[in-house]
Each structure stands twice: as C-alpha cells, then as structure tokens.
C-alpha cells in the first residue's frame, strides 16, 4: 500500500513564507505528474500546483508567481514554496498525484495559517 506524508506547515504572518514537503512511498510516484491541493472548511478541495514527471509547473491563478513547485524523483519528494502568502492561503495542503485514475490515498495533510 502507498502512502503520502506532508509535513512543513505551520502559522505564519501575512507575506511570510513556508516550505511544504511531501514524502511518498511505493513506485508510483516517479510514473505520474503530483499536485498539491488545499482544502478549507466548507469548500471543496482544489488543486493548486502541479509538476509533471520532467519537472514542468503549473499554476492556478491566484498562486501564481507566489508559489513554486518541485520533485526529486530519485527520493519520491515534493516540495511547495510558499511566498508572500495571504490569509486566503489558510487550508490544509495535501500531496497527491494529478492523475485522477492513479492517485495515493490521502494523508493527514498539513495545516498551513497565515495570519496576524
């Protein structure tokens, strides 16, 4: 069974940045393009960021030029940058493949706040 563990979240202030890490186990990560996700209460889960097998990012709007998005396929990691982050950037972030058809289960995510 594979499995993905977030970690890196926390309480920032507005414009602070964070740095989340995903760890994955199995085979399948090297096989497929990953994405992280965030989920607040009340909405459904998004997907913000997705990096493809040879490293190409991708972007929602409102993170774009504000976040980065990167693996190391040899150590089945991802990482989010977080820069000049905003109060509407608090949610959980999880990890995950961006192929709906091929996905992990979901971990326990990680929880990032940004506020005063």
């Known amino acids: 069974q594979v499995q993905v563990v977030e970690s890196g979240g926390g309480l920032v202030q507005p414009g602070g940045s964070l740095r989340l890490s995903c760890a994955a186990s199995g085979s399948m990560f090297s096989s497929y393009s990953m994405g992280w996700y965030r989920q607040v209460p009340g909405k459904l889960r998004e997907l913000v960021a997705t990096?493809?097998?040879?490293?190409?990012?991708g972007y929602i709007d409102s993170v774009k030029g504000r976040f980065t998005i990167s693996r190391n396929n040899a150590e089945n990691t991802m990482y989010l940058q977080m820069n000049s982050l905003k109060p509407e950037d608090t949610a959980v972030y999880y990890c995950n493949t961006a192929n709906i058809y091929h996905m992990y289960s979901w971990g326990q995510g990680t929880q990032v706040t940004v506020s005063s």
């Open positions: 990096v493809t097998v040879g490293d190409e990012p």
